[in-house]
């Protein structure tokens, strides 16, 4: 597995580097042993009396990333609670992580679909639509290309839990249409499964 540790405004020093790389290990030995990468950022939080923020995102299988946080006084304390977090989500997707590996050895590349994903900045989309009227094109900060997966709908929650993200677009599996599901407000994950158009 390879392994990257940073630091933003902290010195991540050679025994906290050590630790990481042990612990996450650990981690990836117990429960899969094929992560391909993991990501481990420590950052500075709030003013006066600063916590350490550590993040960690470890890619467990082809689009499937599981990540992490916790914000403690120490660093060594903040990743301990957040690699308990990535281990909780590990232990409880265990099975399905491994039968959607080998299933992913199966699929063959062409029911994977590529797509653009964009990242709109909302402060310059209304700073523009102000100046330029409401017609104008929102501001692009960021773009990248994105796999579109077939899976099923608890595959798809699964996924959803595990990268910490908000929403996950994605094929049926049972009737190949385009689905998607979120997390919504009060904490619960909604989906949404568009009825077929009549022609």
């Known amino acids: 597995m390879e392994l990257n540790v940073h630091g933003k405004q902290i010195d ?71 690699a308990e977090k990535i281990g909780k989500q590990m232990r409880r997707y265990k099975r399905r992580l ?15 679909v590529k797509a653009q994903d964009y990242v709109l900045s909302v402060a310059a989309e209304q700073d523009t639509e102000q100046a330029a009227g409401k017609d104008a094109d929102p501001v692009v900060v960021a773009e990248m290309t994105t796999s579109i997966d077939t899976m099923s709908v608890s595959e798809a929650v699964m996924r959803l839990d595990l990268s910490g993200q908000n929403a996950l677009l994605f094929y049926n599996a049972s009737h190949k249409g385009v689905n998607m599901v979120y997390r919504r407000a009060d904490g619960n994950i909604g989906w949404v499964d568009p009825a077929p158009q009549k022609n």
Do not use: C, W
């Open 12 to 82: 991540v020093g050679d025994a906290l580097r050590g630790h990481v790389e042990g612990k996450l290990e650990d981690l990836n030995q117990k429960y899969f042993n094929h992560a391909t990468f993991a990501t481990v950022t420590f950052s500075r939080e709030g003013h006066g009396k600063p916590q350490t923020r550590a993040h960690i995102s470890i890619q467990i299988g082809k689009n499937i990333m599981v990540v992490a946080d916790a914000v403690e006084n120490d660093p060594y304390v903040s990743f301990e609670n957040a």
């Open 98 to 112: 491994r039968d959607h590996h080998e299933r992913l050895e199966q699929t063959p590349e062409d029911e994977i």
